[in-house]
């Protein structure tokens, strides 16, 4: 396994999420809760690029007719159908056993790299 610098940790936590290639593979880097996550940008569902989709919170169950949004910048929902994917640990609300191939994120003074 090999260190790929992904950022600079403060661009990533500026931005929020940082989309770059290794090695021919598409990563999303994002920074939610004070840590950093990254994930491989492919959709378990239909392949696209997960990680272009957009960063948000999400309907928590509640009784019919209360809404209660919460989770937000936790959540990344896919571009094409609207899978929504916790960010802290990859996997779908729906679906826990459904989850984003996710890489061990290694931060060394100011600089963000994905262990592939």
């Not at 994002?30 to 696209?48: A, D, K, L, N």
């Not at 309907?59 to 959540?75: G, K």
């Not at 640990?89 to 262990?115: F, H, M, R, W």
């Amino acid at each position: 396994m090999t260190k790929h610098f992904v950022a600079t940790l403060e661009d990533l936590q500026a931005s929020g999420k940082i989309l770059v290639t290794v090695d021919g593979i598409e990563l999303g880097a994002f920074y939610v809760e004070q840590g950093v996550h990254i994930y491989r940008s492919v959709c378990p569902h239909r392949g696209v690029s997960v990680c272009k989709g957009l960063v948000g919170g999400t309907n928590l169950p509640s009784n019919v007719y209360e809404y209660h949004y919460d989770r937000e910048q936790q959540i990344l929902r896919c571009p094409l159908h609207a899978w929504e994917f916790d960010l802290l640990t990859g996997q779908l609300l729906l679906d826990p056993l459904v989850k984003l191939k996710k890489y061990e994120a290694v931060i060394e003074e100011n600089s963000v790299y994905a262990v592939i």
